[in-house]
C-alpha cells in the first residue's frame, strides 16, 4: 500500500497510508479511504459433496476455491451468486433458493494491494450432480468432493477454510 504517494486530488508525492484504511495527503488535506469490499462465495451442494472449483489465475492459482466472486456496485450479495455462477459455470440459479449462512473477513492479496473483504457464505443444494461449462480464464476445473474427504490445506483462502471447517463439523 505504501507504494501509493501521489495525491488524486492536487497531485503532490504527499499521499501517507496509515497501515489500516486511509491514506491522507499531508498538502491538501485529501483523504481517500480503502473500505472492506464484500464478496460471496457458494456451496453447490448434492447429498454429502460439494463442487469446488480450481484457481486459474493469482492469487493462489491451482488451489480449490468456493465459486463467488466480488459484488459489483449496485448489486445485491445474492445478484452477485448469480451473476458470478453464470459467468464462471454458465450455471443458472434460482436466487430464492440460495441460502445464506454466515460471513468472515478475509484479506484478499491482487497486484501487491491488500483488500479486507468480508465474505459471505451461500449454500445452494442442487438434485442432481452436473457437469460444467468452465469459464478458463477463471477456472481451470471443477470438482465434486465428498464433505468428509475436504482437505483445508488445499482451499486458497483462509475465510474459506474456517468456513469450511464449522461448515464440516455441523
Known amino acids: 500500500m505504501n507504494h ?10 504527499s ?7 486511509k491514506w491522507s ?11 472492506v ?3 460471496v462465495a457458494v456451496i453447490i451442494k448434492h447429498k454429502n459433496e460439494i463442487l469446488l472449483t480450481r484457481r486459474n489465475q493469482d492469487p493462489k492459482k491451482g488451489k480449490l476455491d468456493l465459486a463467488g466472486g466480488f459484488v459489483d ?5 445474492e445478484e452477485t451468486c448469480v451473476r458470478e455462477l453464470r459467468e464462471e459455470m454458465q450455471m443458472e440459479v434460482d436466487i430464492s433458493k440460495l441460502k445464506y449462512l454466515a460471513s468472515l473477513p478475509n484479506i484478499y492479496e491482487y497486484k501487491d494491494i491488500f483488500y479486507n473483504t468480508l465474505d459471505l457464505f451461500y449454500e445452494y443444494e442442487v438434485a ?3 457437469e460444467v461449462q468452465l469459464e478458463l480464464s477463471e ?5 465434486w468432493i465428498k464433505i468428509s474427504d475436504l482437505n ?6 483462509d475465510s474459506q477454510k474456517a468456513f469450511l471447517k464449522n461448515y464440516i463439523n455441523s
Do not use: Q, R
Open 4 to 13: 501509493l504517494k501521489f495525491c488524486p486530488k492536487c497531485g503532490h508525492e
Open 15 to 21: 499521499l501517507l497510508w496509515d497501515g489500516e484504511k
Open 25 to 35: 495527503c499531508s498538502n491538501c488535506d485529501y483523504s481517500l479511504f480503502h473500505n
Open 37 to 39: 469490499a464484500g464478496a
Open 73 to 77: 456496485p449496485k448489486e445485491s450479495a
Open 128 to 130: 442432481n450432480k452436473f
Open 139 to 143: 477456472i481451470s476445473e471443477t470438482i
Open 152 to 157: 483445508l490445506e488445499e482451499i486458497a483462502f
